[in-house]
């Protein structure tokens, strides 16, 4: 029909050959005014949130729903949720081809938060709806009879809309308790689509989700293993005392069934509470991973992972084809656990060295490369030789010295310079075991390291820097004054044990936890020689070997 037609002449209504005879005669429809409509919403790249416009458009032609704007495979699929959403409301999916474009056309659209801002969308555009807000931004996953299902990520998108100054939100009523901590935006949580749209055209009352006070929160949150039912060990707690002190890393090194992972467990116990900055922090990376618990909306206790020795690189750093965050980050502000450390991968451990340098992880995928934090506490447990029975005093060693030289080189000498305290853990005696006088809970330790962090809260005010183990350089020469005998204690050691440069800067900062705990404001000697003899399993295990 359109070939026997006559060309448009130039000037006229239209350019296209043909057209206004096919509009004319019925064969086209024109275009309606108010049939395109913009709803704001949120992608989620890594922690940070990017402002997404879905714009729908009905037009002229053979019912059709198509979506553009690079979306994966859960946002291409989400027109048939929609449609089936939209019909089980009560409203109309309405004639024609509907167009709906995610703005802009350069960013992955990944995920199911796309369902209800497109439905809203064609409500609006269609005349269903007859107010929609223009500086809202609406998120949330559509189930097929129009309840809305709560999605990954709702922290990180909130904290990132107010950071670019938008003051409301709709999210699931799944995702509610989440958004209770998010001050300054009125944010709504209606549960099923209809309910959204009697609210948008005032026919329905919906309260914004009230907030939540963190400090009457935080004393409800669950207790870690006690270091009170850790029995004996002494030295191994004064170790984990001054790790949690000053946020350093530590290396517990025994026989098998000598307490090593019970004393790891019982550290997030003496840890300081997180703060409100910090569990949010926690909370983002959590919610964006989709391993966060909903009911409870946020983090209120240090995280503690704890990963099978069989994991691989990816699984600690992060990665996959969406560069989510790996064991490290979600470990970030608390505690990484790695039991058996020899045989775990050893591309897996050089994987941690730059992040337990850095405390952040760059995670570059095809999809893209984002950024994790990963300031964590590395609290790593191995046994000293393949049948772990080297220098009991026990059980007798049948390892050769070739076999426990093999064992303890899996451990690379960067990985271990990484690492501040290396201690032994003894097997418990049977008197240890039953001696009647009570071991030091976990709450009276907590204090002190608490007065130490206090002590280190005011020495690095406004700097960024948190703890002991975070110091630069620049820090190190303000705050890590020597006594002249700690100098040269400190000399002697340095020349002896062959430390290298990064080991001296890690003993230098642990001496200075070990003298916030004793409330000096100088490193005297005292605190050298307790630093120092944190590193002997240099010397004695991967410098002489088994010899």
């Keep these: 029909l359109i070939a026997r037609l006559p060309p448009f002449k130039k000037g006229g209504a239209g350019q296209g050959r043909g057209e206004p005879a096919l509009l004319k005669k019925g064969y086209l429809c024109e275009k309606e005014e108010g049939m395109l409509s913009k709803v704001r919403s949120f992608a989620l790249c890594g922690l940070e949130g990017r402002e997404v416009q879905v714009e729908i458009d009905i037009g002229g032609g053979l019912p059709a729903l198509e979506t553009v704007g690079l979306p994966d495979a859960a946002v291409k699929e989400s027109k048939e949720r929609v449609r089936a959403a939209v ?14 474009n995610l703005a802009p056309a350069d960013l992955r659209k990944e995920g199911t938060l796309y ?52 003051k409301k939100a709709i999210v699931p009523a799944g995702n509610q308790a989440e958004a209770r901590f998010i001050t300054d935006m009125e944010i709504y949580a209606p549960e099923t689509l209809g309910q959204l749209a009697g609210f948008f055209d005032g026919a329905l009352k919906l309260e914004p989700v009230a907030n939540e006070a963190w400090d009457a929160l935080k004393r409800t949150r669950p207790e870690a293993e006690d270091f009170s039912r850790v029995k004996g060990q002494a030295m191994a707690k004064r170790a984990m005392e001054i790790a949690a002190a000053g946020g350093h890393n530590i290396l517990l090194l025994g026989p098998p069934g000598s307490g090593k992972t019970m004393l790891a467990r019982a550290l997030p116990s003496i840890l300081p509470d997180l703060s409100f900055e910090e569990a ?26 704890a990963p099978h020795h069989t994991a691989s690189a990816p699984a600690l750093t992060g990665g996959g084809p969406k560069a989510r965050p790996g064991e490290a980050s979600l470990a970030h502000n608390g505690v990484l656990f790695l039991d058996e450390l020899p045989e775990c991968s050893r591309a897996a451990l050089e994987a941690l060295r ?40 026990v059980k007798e060693c049948h390892c050769t010295p070739s076999q426990i030289n093999r064992y303890l080189s899996r ?25 009647e006088h009570a071991e ?12 130490a962090r206090e002590i280190q809260s005011r020495r690095f005010e406004k700097s960024g820097c948190h703890a002991n183990s975070h110091m630069n350089n620049a820090q190190m020469n303000k705050f890590c004054v020597l006594s002249p005998q700690a100098e040269k204690l400190l000399k002697n050691a340095f020349n002896t044990l062959k430390l290298s440069a990064r080991a001296y800067t890690r003993v230098l900062k642990l001496a200075r936890s070990i003298a916030d705990l004793g409330g000096s404001e100088r490193i005297e000697d005292i605190h050298v020689a307790e630093a120092v003899q944190y590193r002997n399993l240099d010397r004695k295990y991967w410098q002489n070997g088994a010899q």
């Design 87 to 100: 019909r089980n409301s009560g409203f109309e999916l309405p004639p024609g081809r509907i167009t709906v």
């Design 115 to 166: 369902d209800l801002p497109i439905a809203v969308g064609i409500l609006y555009s269609s005349g269903q709806l007859k107010f929609m807000p223009q500086d809202i931004i609406i998120i949330g996953e559509l189930s097929l009879s129009g309840d809305i299902r709560p999605v990954h990520g709702v922290m990180p998108i909130l904290l990132s809309a107010r950071e670019q100054g938008f």
């Design 280 to 305: 949010l922090e926690v909370t983002k990376i959590h919610s964006a991973a989709g391993v966060l618990d909903c009911s409870k909306g946020i983090i209120t206790e240090r995280p503690f992972r």
């Design 354 to 393: 730059q992040p337990l340098e850095d405390g952040f992880i760059t995670v570059s995928r095809v999809s893209g490369t984002v950024g994790y934090p990963a300031r964590f506490m590395l609290v790593a447990a191995m046994n000293p030789c393949p049948c772990g029975n080297f220098g009991s005093r």
């Design 411 to 435: 451990i690379s000498g960067p990985l271990l310079d990484r690492i501040d305290i290396q201690i032994e853990v003894e097997e418990v005696t049977y008197s240890q075991f039953r001696q």
């Design 440 to 451: 030091e809970a976990s709450a009276s330790i907590k204090e002190r390291v608490c007065a």
